[in-house]
């Protein structure tokens, strides 16, 4: 899920404020506009879309986006939180870094959760000539 959407227990995303389709990855002809093809507004009938604030009709309620939590979801993840409501944990390694979206982002060779693995795959620079 792009933009902060967040992934449903059937695997559907669940698109923040602003954006639509089936990964998120469309923006809303309007900010305030929500859902599968923006078709709620937060604007009226008890939704709000404050902060990274995302509610849902009745049974979902609200949620934070991913990135955010506290009470409004005013608040950004700190240096090694991330997921929706900051409840994951990044324990980066080998230069890897915490993105409060996705987690550990990798550099170099490195991959894996924790950035704790290294690439299999080495490309080898070979000379060639062009005839």
């Known amino acids: 899920c792009y933009?902060?959407?967040r992934c449903d227990e059937d695997g559907s995303c669940i698109c923040p404020p602003g954006f639509y389709?089936?990964?998120c990855?469309?923006?809303c002809d309007r900010p305030d506009k929500y859902g599968q093809s923006c078709q709620w507004s937060c604007t009226g009938g008890g939704r709000t879309c404050q902060k990274s604030l995302i509610c849902l009709p009745d049974p979902y309620g609200c949620e934070c986006a991913n990135g955010y939590k506290g009470f409004d979801c005013d608040t950004a993840c700190g240096s090694s939180e991330y997921g929706p409501g900051?409840?994951?944990t990044c324990d980066c390694r080998n230069g890897g870094t915490c993105d409060r979206n996705k987690g550990c982002l990798c550099t170099g060779d490195w991959r894996?959760?924790?950035c704790e693995e290294?690439?299999?795959y080495y490309y080898d620079y070979i000379p060639f000539e062009i005839l």
Request: neutral net charge; proline residues 6%.
């Open 112 to 114: 894996g959760p924790t």
């Open 86 to 88: 900051c409840t994951q």
């Open 3 to 5: 933009h902060g959407g």
């Open 21 to 23: 389709g089936d990964n």
């Open 25 to 27: 990855e469309l923006a």
């Open 118 to 120: 290294k690439s299999k």
